[in-house]
């Protein structure tokens, strides 16, 4: 695989509407691939799951392309009223995560603010006729016609893809749900909220274990809350979580039940000459992820991604400025809320790139080998197949060239919030407000 730095990236599909005026329940919430890339999973926040598939033609074309078309789509969570507290619970699809496949189904968690569900997608193109006592209709026959003892068979039917689901475990989370993650050991998964780490079973529904509790006795004292966690890819034991303050934890679960004292602590000591007002805003960490390899972490704040050394924990061993650019207009951010918005951060397949999105309905790659970086849009405008995308940059400076842009003219209100990355190829998956854009590495001519 090349790295981002050296890939040409060229655009593939775009799935969504065209309208300019969007619905609030079309807008996607959350994008992941499955273990292999050849499902594609989105969440949105009409609390809906579209699951696209891999067009095996477009993989063995030559050159080969990296197309999906519609496979399932369900309703995963509906609206709910807790009327304890008097609270709506919104249907939005806050993550979704596959598991590894086992069988020829294939099962994915998916979760709410409060409810985490774990669905079966199994495919059907076999029926059973030859019923004694019903007709292939389904209804029932008389009995004085039954003369004879016939054996049911299987016929060839048009293939349906049904979506069950299979477990429900709710009302163990009292604050919104932020992240899910599988344990690689395949039998448990974590949940966090702003407060709470929970350690579930698969096949048990009805209990789970608190393994990180850090509310306060008293909630005036609050002062971080848990953005984001996730489990080790290969250390069943082990996961990390990240928090508001620009901190990440990583716990042993083989230290104590409770891992409220985190084995190693991730963070980087502020530099005093870009101390602000908004200081501890922007360092608030989005989002965290393991490498494939598990030696590695990657975690997003507001202006930047860091990597870091999971053996070395008093700095990050790369830093990469994502939009240092708005420094200048945090004021601005903070009153149109921008400032909170909680931007993802994804590896590639071998651990050498990253991406992570921006305003504008740009998205941003590294290459760590090469120390190249690269801004691509996600537009419709170019929207032929394989049609290379033009990196995008944006001027600070007074005098603007001419395929520059101007950073009081970049849109706020379009914004790449999820990304994926197919865990084998250069194939990216980019969710831009309702619409979710494909691009694949340009073929070599």
Known sequence: MAASGEVQWSFSQVKGTVEDDVTEADIISTVEFNHDGELLATGDKGGRVVIFQREEQSKHAEPPRGEYNVYSTFQSHEPEFDYLKSLEIEEKINKIKWLPRQNHA?????????????????????????FNLQNDDGSVRDLPELTSLRVPNTQPMELMVEASPRRVFANAHTYHINSISVNSDGETYVSAD?????????????????????????????????????????????????????????????????CDQSAKMFEEPEDPSNRSFFSEIISSISDVRFSHSGRYLISRDYLSVKVWDVL??????????????????????????????????VWNGTDSSIMTGSYNNFFRMFDRNTKRDVTLEASRENCKPLHVLKPRRVNTSGKRKRDEIS???LDFNRKILHTAWHPKENIIAVAATNNLYLFQEKPPS
């Open 106 to 130: 294939h099962f994915l968690l998916s979760t709410n603010d409060k409810t985490v569900k774990l669905w079966k997608v199994s495919e059907r193109d076999k029926k059973f006729v030859g």
């Open 194 to 258: 702003d407060l709470r780490i929970n350690l579930w079973h698969l096949g048990i529904t009805d209990q789970s274990f608190n393994i990180v509790d850090i509310k306060p006795a008293n909630m005036e004292e609050l002062t971080e809350v848990i953005t984001a966690a996730e489990f080790h890819p290969k250390d069943c034991n082990v996961f990390v979580y990240s928090s508001s303050k620009g901190t990440i934890r990583l716990c042993d679960m083989r230290a104590s039940a409770l």
């Open 312 to 345: 070395m924990d008093t700095k990050p061993v790369e830093t990469f400025p994502v939009h240092e650019y708005l420094r200048s207009k945090l004021c601005s951010l903070y009153e149109n809320d921008c400032i909170f918005d909680k931007f993802e951060c």
């Open 407 to 409: 950073v009081d003219s």
